[in-house]
């Protein structure tokens, strides 16, 4: 029950980090899709390192249910991921950037997964 | 004793403005406006992860598992892509005057909290028990590419039935042009 009552807080603050960082590239002139791909980015290394250190060490499992399943969920979205790669097929551009932006996004946070859980691996 | 405006020029009249003569110091409007939304965010990821969490308890699919995976996370965020797909259309293409703390509340927030990315990632940590990597693989894969279309399908059911290439060589979008207006739908939401 308390476990579920972090989860729930951890993933609004995470969803009010994103929120912030939103603005925040807004300020440097950048889309919100580049905001939004930096976030999958980050959330998935983070998330591979986390699921690494539970498989090596036996760290708690209360940790990866919080952090992973509340704060990097909140963070992260596919819905968002989506709903930005579909928006984008209504610019000028059309589904060319579209498909290009939501593959690269999928593959590059592959890449990321990886290298956080098998650079804890190779490290330990 | 010189005041300064909102942007931070000083005024020419020695008098305060008048935001600061009726209740003190007043916050900066787009910084109380940020405020008022990081609230409203915070809000509505609450209620969205709380969704969550409860279909995650109540919505029990590990016995018509793949391999050993939960299809509940697939279902999640099939449902949470479509949600935030239509709802950023209704709000931001087909009526972009009406509803801005809704769309704050509901889908920059509610919708975008009810997902789970990072979970259908950490099913790869079963890659040591798993003998098939590929399989894994095709597992996000789907996760990842349904959930696109998902958000496409709620996004063109959202905007109405006229697409944006043909909109954009309607008479209406031509007028526009010529008015200096350039901006097209998706890119009003700075996507």
Redesign the interface.
Known sequence: MWI?VL???T??????L???QD?FF?GFKK???TSIFIA?LI??LV??IL??M??LLETSPIL?EVI???F???Y?????????????????R?WGKSVFY?LST?IL??CF??IG?FGILVLH | MRHKDYQGRHLKSSSPPAHIQKKGRRRHPRKQR?LS??LL??????L???L??VIT?FCDLVQYSFYGWDWTYLFI?LI??F???LL?SLFK?RFPSKGKKWYVFVS??A????????????Q??L??LQPNIVVL?FY??V??AS??V???L???LG?GKKS??RKRSGAHHQLSLERGKTR????R???
């Open positions: 579920d989860v729930v807080v993933s609004a603050f995470g969803t009010a994103r929120f912030c603005r807004r889309s919100r899709s999958s959330s998935c998330c591979g699921n690494a539970i498989f990866k992973c399943a509340g990097l969920c909140g992260s979205s596919f819905a968002v991921l989506g709903t930005a790669a579909a928006l984008l097929t209504k610019r000028k059309g939501s999928f946070s592959l997964y990886f859980f | 940020f939304d990081l965010v915070f809000a509505g990821a609450l969205g992860a709380a969550r969490v308890h965020n949470g892509a949600i935030f797909g950023v293409v920059e927030s919708a975008a909290s009810f997902t789970a990315f990072d979970l259908v990632f950490s790869i940590s890659l040591y693989i996000v894969a996760n990842f959930c696109i998902f958000s496409s709620g996004i063109f905007s944006a290439r097209l739908p998706g890119a939401h700075g996507y």
